[in-house]
């Protein structure tokens, strides 16, 4: 199965220019400009368009009012490459080859860059880019756009910033004899989260499986900072559209590449970790300020950005374009979305598969004998999880619903079923209620024909990566 499927892989060819060509040239009045602003581990309800109350995003606000909002809208993984790769690709982890964590996409496999540079466009990166390689990925890279924090500029690591203003400069000169395809990648909101808080720890809110503690109320007031600094650069790059006089012709998307790194989030596939952020703006081409409940893939944004830019869509994607649904022709555009995690290093050893429908969710781990670790209780280098992990183990000690919540965190079942629309958060796991066995059943088939088709033939963790 996995030689056949390795065989449907869209690779490069000559004949590839003709087919995204073909439409282009009918389209009068040019093709748009695109912008995709991708934010790093932004949990989807911690901004003010899809429903927070706590968090400043008021840039994202006033996208939101002049873009379509989708709803629902799911990551291929929760984890920051393969998920990218995703959205790059149009491919899902198992068939462009990026399943790991810090790992890399197939040779001859084609993103972005290649589509759009056979339509024409000038294409580049800013930013985060944390793909490869770059034969897959030939981007122009806007130079000076990933920086260290101040004061981290000799051992960065995880400090560090996008900085805007190349990603201005490069704008100033675009546009000029061809259309372009720009990512900008922030780093915000990933940890490490800035150290000064611009919100009370008082008023933060915590999610119902969190364990509500002093010390995770002041990670979240810091998480909250991180979001409203990466709010701040969307409106930077908003402007530069407007300064330029590039925004009327130019679609701009934001989205987020999974959810954020907080237990229950970012390395599952509960909701948490896979549902993003999807506001797309066209002036002129679609009615603003309109929120659809349409189930949609990141993997689908590349079909459906190549049919906006008047190009036919590549065969053998897993994406499938949503142009009609984004044009307000179609109300539905899937009825499952699917989600892969294999893991990240030495510590996230358990794989896990999920397919949802716009209300149930089937979860598979691979490997449930494994206890559950991630960096978030492990790392002892950088904050993400050691700055409040330990008061969850210490209140568990005494506190039952704590204690209930950590032992959720370490140890999971072979299955999981939730009902969406009764139990958002995914806290009451189904799968023994006879009452809906016979949903059950469907999915747990079609999620096995699924990875079928991808090649997808795990059957617990990759071998561990040396201990660095």
Request: aromatic share 8%; hydrophobic share 35%; glycine share 8%.
């Given at each position: 199965m996995a030689a056949t499927t390795l065989l449907l892989i869209p690779l490069w060819s000559a004949a590839d220019s003709t087919r995204l060509s073909a439409r282009t040239a009918q389209r009068p009045g040019g093709r748009p400009n695109v912008v995709l602003f991708v934010a790093d581990d932004l949990g989807v309800t911690d901004t003010g368009p899809y429903g927070s109350k706590d968090v400043r995003t008021p840039n994202l606000d006033r996208l939101a009012a002049q873009a379509v909002r989708f709803d629902r809208a799911f990551a291929g993984s929760p984890t920051c490459v393969p998920s990218r790769a995703v959205l790059y690709t149009g491919l899902m982890p198992f068939r462009n080859g990026a399943h790991p964590n810090h790992s890399q996409c197939r040779e001859g496999v084609k993103s972005l860059a290649h589509y759009f540079q056979q339509l024409g466009y000038a294409t580049a990166q800013a930013g985060k880019r944390h793909f490869n390689p770059a034969s897959v990925f030939p981007f122009e890279i806007i130079k000076g756009s990933e920086v260290p924090e101040p004061g981290f500029e000799s051992q960065p690591a995880l400090r560090v910033d996008l900085n805007t203003a190349p990603v201005d400069q490069w704008l100033a000169s675009a546009g000029k004899g061809k259309p372009f395809f720009l990512i900008v990648a922030d780093h915000s909101p990933h940890v490490v989260w800035p150290d000064k808080a611009e919100y009370q720890p008082e008023d933060v809110e915590i999610p119902p499986n969190h364990v509500d503690t002093p010390e995770?109320?002041?990670?979240?007031?810091?998480?909250?900072?991180?979001?409203?600094?990466?709010?701040?650069?969307?409106g930077q790059v908003l402007a530069s559209l407007g300064k330029n006089g590039l925004a009327e012709n130019t679609i701009f998307i934001f989205t987020s590449d999974q959810g954020a790194q907080w237990p229950f989030a970012k390395w599952t596939v509960y909701d948490a970790g896979i549902r993003v952020p999807l506001l797309i703006r066209w002036p002129g081409a679609i009615k603003p300020g309109r929120v659809t409940g349409a189930l949609v893939s990141l993997a689908d944004l590349v079909p459906t950005l190549i049919e906006a830019a008047g190009g036919n869509t590549?065969?053998?994607?897993?994406?499938?374009?949503?142009?009609?649904?984004?044009?307000?022709?179609?109300q539905s555009h899937r009825e499952y979305v699917f989600a892969t995690h294999t893991g990240d290093g030495q510590w996230n050893r358990n794989p896990a598969r999920c397919i949802r429908t716009g209300r149930y969710k089937l979860v598979l781990n691979l490997a449930p004998e494994i206890t559950y670790t991630t960096h978030m209780d492990l790392a002892k280098d950088h904050d993400g999880g050691r700055e409040y992990w330990p008061s969850w183990e210490a209140r568990a000690k005494t506190d039952r619903r704590a204690a209930a919540v950590v032992d959720r965190y370490r140890n999971h079942l072979p299955e999981e079923f939730y009902d969406l629309e009764t139990d958002p958060s995914e806290i009451h796991n189904l799968i023994g209620d006879q009452k809906h066995a016979g949903t059950i059943a469907d999915l747990r088939a079609r999620l096995t024909a699924w990875r079928q088709q991808q090649g997808d033939d795990k059957t617990g963790p990759d071998p561990a990566p040396p201990a660095k």
């Open positions: 995770t109320r002041a990670a979240r007031a810091r998480y909250y900072t991180d979001i409203t600094k990466m709010d701040r650069n969307v590549p065969e053998g994607l897993d994406g499938q374009s949503f142009l009609k649904v984004l044009r307000g022709q179609a």
